[in-house]
DNA sequence: CGTAAAGTTGAATTCTTTCAAACACGGTGG
DNA sequence: CCACCGTGTTTGAAAGAATTCAACTTTACG
């Protein structure tokens, strides 16, 4: 645990987190039931993180990689000036920490926003476990793609849309990532982020953001309750914000 | 080539592109020699293709992927009002088209900027592939969190910074992808690009781009002749756009 | 040599930020 | 149980950055 200062380690949890229930975004969806024990072995620990507390920081130089069990995080990156822009929110079953090149210190810092469950992996062990089961390669080239996409759908927001279409955009993202169904759900839970993590993630003003929040709120979109974001319509939020309807 | 509308084809060249030389940020990059003969049947074919044709389009399904052999390529999106996003500048050597999923159809559109050669290789006898060479896996899940690294720097730049920064950023990150060298060059190329597509990559309007060039320009950091711009001080530009110092 | 595409410039407008100050809420300790 | 404190939210006014509109110039190319 050497390279995780700030890390608490606690009793393994009952539920492995092969099997996360959320959703099964980690390396191991294809693979048949049969191997996931042998595929269980590579698995290094389990953490647990508190809210506020950092998993890594840029450049801190890692050995693991991590599945989310729980929680939420963001990856951020910082400028010069302090300036912070959040490069994603990860969310439960949420792979983080491959990197390019597996020596080198990561780009970015990861930080808890709520307390968070993690499954660690060992980073050395990684390319034997793609040449014993290469659907786990295929499986992390996917993931790796999706998370491209992701970026991509940012970058685009970011760029080339007004601060009420990025946030009706991000919003509806992390609704439907949490909420991967079609029919209309009403039991949505509120989101942990501040509108400054808004802001630092669609590179608007805090202020901003709060002046943008309130017209989405009295267009009845969202609703904004002790300090949480609550969705009230995802669909409306899409369309507002122009988000590719193939996030399902 | 049914997928495929304004593409022609032309007589194979006697280069294979598996061997190109610009940079070998191929798949077949770690294959020992030996083995590269065996990778080549992969390939599909080779294709010429216009300045200002596209490869594929928002929407096209494709059952390739690419590696452009030679020429400057953009991958970009398009909002429903017409706003532009260029994703990413794609460069000789660079892997194109490989998406998340494999039937899926492609969420943005690939045009060459100058006359291109692109090799082909099949999507479907990818996974076999990456069975028969899990190296080769390893290789497109490098490549992969490349890109990504490449797509986070670029969301803190139009998240993060002013104007002047975004596009030295941008020069700067062409030209190290360019010239991966660590010693001063001296006789870099222009690059083929015009400032409504570098407004387009970074999120600002063409006028804006403009003023901001020549702010560049007075500087000394760069040269705009004949509709080209050119580098001059590499290292200015990533010092003024705060790139991270680590592409080589 | 004429035309289309790309580049340039100014002025007015709009969007976003900055600065500054309150306000609200949750948790803590007396 | 209440006062207090800190974090997060809200609002106004002024300044700044980037866009829009509109015209004009330059360059490449047939």
């Known amino acids: ?33 049969r191997e996931l024990s ?12 508190g809210a506020k507390e950092h998993l890594y920081r840029e450049g ?8 989310i069990f729980e929680g939420w995080m963001i990856l ?14 990860a969310l439960p079953g949420d792979l983080i920490g491959l ?4 020596q080198a210190s990561s780009r970015y810092s990861a930080l808890a926003l709520t307390p968070s469950v993690l499954c660690a992996f060992g980073k050395e062990r990684f390319e034997a476990m793609v040449a014993e089961h290469p659907q786990i390669g295929m499986q992390a080239i996917q993931l790796s793609m999706q998370e491209t996409a992701l970026y991509q759908e940012r970058l685009v927001a970011l760029g080339r ?28 839970a509120p989101f942990p982020i501040t509108q400054e993590e808004v802001a630092d993630a669609v ?8 002046r943008t929040l309130r017209r989405l709120r009295e267009l009845g979109l969202i609703e904004c309750a002790n300090r949480r974001i609550l969705v009230q319509d995802a669909a409306a939020l899409a369309q507002l914000g122009q988000l590719d309807p193939e996030y399902a």
Chains 1, 2 share one sequence.
């Open 1 to 33: 645990m050497k390279h995780l200062p700030k890390l608490s380690v606690r009793a393994q949890p009952h539920t492995p987190c092969i099997t996360c229930p959320i959703r099964p975004r980690t390396l191991f969806a294809t693979l048949p039931t």
């Open 38 to 49: 042998k595929a269980v072995q590579y698995r290094l620990n389990q953490y647990a993180i």
């Open 60 to 67: 801190d130089r890692i050995d693991e990689f991590y599945t």
């Open 76 to 89: 951020y990156k910082t400028l010069r000036d302090g300036r912070r822009l959040i490069l994603r929110f």
């Open 99 to 102: 990197h390019t090149d597996f």
């Open 161 to 188: 849309k007004s601060a009420e279409e990025r946030i009706a955009h991000l919003l509806a993202e992390l609704f439907y990532r949490l909420y991967p169904h079609t029919e209309p759900l009403h039991c949505a």
């Open 203 to 210: 590179g608007l003003t805090l202020v901003h953001v709060n």
